[in-house]
């Protein structure tokens, strides 16, 4: 896959758009702006619209991350909250799934493609691997 050659790449934008059965990216720059995108998700500018409105509507997530004791102090009872951001979002359907992710200058959306089989039971459930 080819991206602008004026864009430098963080190591998340490399972990990310290397996923495996990828059909489409975007890169959209802090102010949501399109970057650079690719396949599936070339010239659509209403999966970037949604990431960004979905985001906004879940506002500050950190508090969904389990907070952790400080095992080093042992008289210090306090549960410790290190500045953490959200790091990956997930947006899954049948077949496909959105896999969103963050740097402190982009965010990156891709497309891939999720295998699917049948349950074996006949109920006609997908189940996911």
Not at 61 to 75: I, P
Not at 121 to 128: A, E
């Amino acid at each position: 896959m080819h991206f602008c050659s004026q864009h430098q790449g963080s190591k998340q934008q490399h972990a990310v758009l290397n996923v495996p059965h990828q059909v489409g990216t975007v890169i959209l720059d802090a102010s949501g702006k399109v970057v650079s995108s690719s396949g599936e998700l070339a010239g659509d500018e209403s999966v970037p619209s949604v990431v960004q409105n979905l985001l906004l509507d879940c506002g500050d997530l950190r508090f969904l991350k389990a907070r952790r004791r400080d095992s080093d102090d042992s008289h210090n009872d306090e549960d410790t909250e290190e500045d953490e951001a959200l790091e990956r979002l997930t947006i899954s359907f049948p077949g496909y799934q959105y896999v969103v992710a963050f740097d402190a200058d982009h965010t990156y959306i891709v497309k891939q493609t999720v295998d699917t089989d049948v349950d074996n039971d006949g109920s006609g459930r997908l189940v996911r691997p």
